[in-house]
């Protein structure tokens, strides 16, 4: 949504005396509802938040086999995590067998 700061003459003047990397806060109820900041500021954070959820970006694990799997990161760790559970679960000796 865009807004005409010629509609916006109450709050011109706060407006003028921003410096480049201000940001402006607009209170309703007692809460901060929205901030109001330098186009350039919010062309850095539109970059930083779409090269985070670019796919070449987030990390990829290939499962050898014969089939072709790849899993994100986390889905990685959640399977690691129950392996490795498992495995302990499996392998591990009993406490009351160890001398």
Do not use: C, H, W
């Amino acid at each position: 949504m865009n807004v005409d700061i010629g509609k916006l003459k109450e709050i011109r003047e706060e407006l003028d005396r921003m410096a480049e990397s201000d940001v402006l806060f607009v209170t309703e109820n007692n809460t901060e509802k929205y901030a109001i900041i330098p186009i350039e500021l919010y062309d850095a954070v539109e970059d930083m938040l779409s090269g985070l959820n670019d796919p070449v970006f987030v990390p990829q694990v290939r499962i050898a086999g014969n089939q072709e799997i790849e899993l994100s990161y986390d889905e990685y760790e959640r399977i690691k995590e129950q392996i490795l559970e498992a495995v302990e679960k499996t392998l591990m000796p009993k406490p009351e067998k160890l001398n």
